[in-house]
């Protein structure tokens, strides 16, 4: 059972059912519609209408009411989701990673430091464990296994993958679908050691698509974590908003006034993958990044936030032709088409295509002659 809209709402008061006080005013809105249609958007109290029947009560408060609860654990936000589909609207709380630290164990010291350096950077967003959690022992920013245990979540030892996929699907459907209070808490999966990590892998990825607010690891694998990050990092993303970088001229490798100089858009995806290769060309490099409300290059050329003009006002802005000695600037292969619109707006430099893949380009800086 989803969100109500307006039309479903007005289906039940006086303009619709043809009754006494028909966009009477009284609730303050001119229609009886454009009090639907408020109340739909939770942006006016049901109350104010004296006249909405019962059932409407009765429908509209199931309806509003949060799916699921979030709970805050040190900081660590889970749960709080409202759809089954990242498509429908969006994931709002990304699925957490919690490792155990048994100091009953003589190694955790050792474990708890790996731990806490493990990070890396992906797509600007820095990547670490989000909760520690400790048996026998507490420790300061941790939260000790008791504690965790008195938490209103729902918590789910994984064992069989099939009993264990099913159950958290049958949970997050009963909170979004049926709004059942019974299974309105947050989720955790429980990993015990395991040696096969390949397995680990394969379930803890499933589950972390379908529906675990959270997964409690015993055992610390950089690699397993690494994989469930990058995972986690492309489905909590929010499809309404793209993922970008600033527009702004990047330097690889100490550049100078006749290094390489290459161009895209600001759409953090491909930001990224060029970025990488740029470092690790034996040369140095500029990367124009040109403002394109975060989209691929075909997209904003297609959208025409990728247009000759421009691109020569971006060149302009950052008044990079008095900056450089080089007059080469490399464009995306997918913008071959472009060459010569952008020759013609852009005097100061010769528009070289460059690659269609990013991982082409150290190939092809090998070929070229500059
Ligand atoms: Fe319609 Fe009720 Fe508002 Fe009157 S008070 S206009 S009946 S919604």
């Not at 909170?175 to 394969?202: G, M, Q, R």
């Not at 100078?256 to 895209?264: A, H, Q, Y």
């Not at 290769?277 to 124009?288: D, F, M, Q, R």
């Not at 050329?301 to 247009?307: D, G, P, R």
Request: glycine share 2%.
């Amino acid at each position: 059972m989803t969100e109500l809209s307006g039309l479903q709402i007005f289906k039940y008061l006086p303009a619709a059912t043809k009754t006494e006080h028909t966009n009477c005013k009284e609730c303050g809105c001119p229609t009886c519609m454009a009090f639907a249609l408020k109340l739909a958007k939770h942006n006016i109290d049901i109350e104010k209408c004296k006249y909405a029947p019962k059932n409407l009560k009765e429908i509209y408060e199931k309806n509003a009411k949060q799916p699921q609860k979030t709970i805050d654990i040190k900081g660590v936000k889970i749960g709080g989701e409202n759809v089954l589909y990242r498509h429908e609207k969006t994931f709002i709380n990304k699925t957490a990673i919690a490792v155990i630290v048994d100091m009953a164990n003589p190694d955790w010291e050792n474990k708890l430091k790996k731990i806490k350096d493990f990070e890396f950077v992906r797509i600007n967003e820095h990547l670490k464990i989000d909760l520690i959690i400790t048996k026998n022992g507490t420790l300061p920013e941790t939260v000790s296994y008791d504690e965790f245990k008195k938490l209103p979540l729902i918590e789910i030892v994984d064992e069989d993958f099939s009993k264990t996929s099913e159950e958290l699907i049958k949970i997050r459907e009963k909170a979004i679908l049926e709004k059942d209070e019974n299974f309105s808490n947050p989720t955790f999966v429980y990993f015990n050691h395991s040696n096969n990590l390949d397995l680990l892998c394969a379930k803890a990825s499933y589950y972390l698509c379908k529906y675990a607010n959270m997964l409690v690891f015993e055992d610390f694998n950089e690699g397993l974590i690494t994989t469930l990050m990058t995972l986690r990092q492309n489905i909590f993303t929010d499809p309404q908003q793209p993922l970008q970088v600033e527009s702004k001229i990047y330097e690889f490798n100490n550049p100078d006034e006749n290094s390489l100089i290459f161009m895209t858009t600001n759409f953090a995806l491909t930001f990224f993958a060029v970025a990488n290769e740029l470092e690790s060309l034996p040369v140095p490099s500029y990367l124009i990044v040109t403002p394109a409300e975060g989209m691929s290059v075909l997209t904003a050329w297609s959208a025409e936030k990728f247009t000759a003009k421009m691109v020569a006002q971006t060149l302009k802005n950052f008044d990079f032709a008095n900056k450089v000695k080089n007059r080469k600037i490399i464009i995306p292969g997918l913008l071959a088409h472009m060459k010569d619109e952008l020759q013609e707006e852009i005097k100061d430099f010769e528009i070289i295509v460059g690659t269609i893949d990013a991982f082409a380009i150290g190939d092809f800086v090998k070929n070229m002659s500059y």
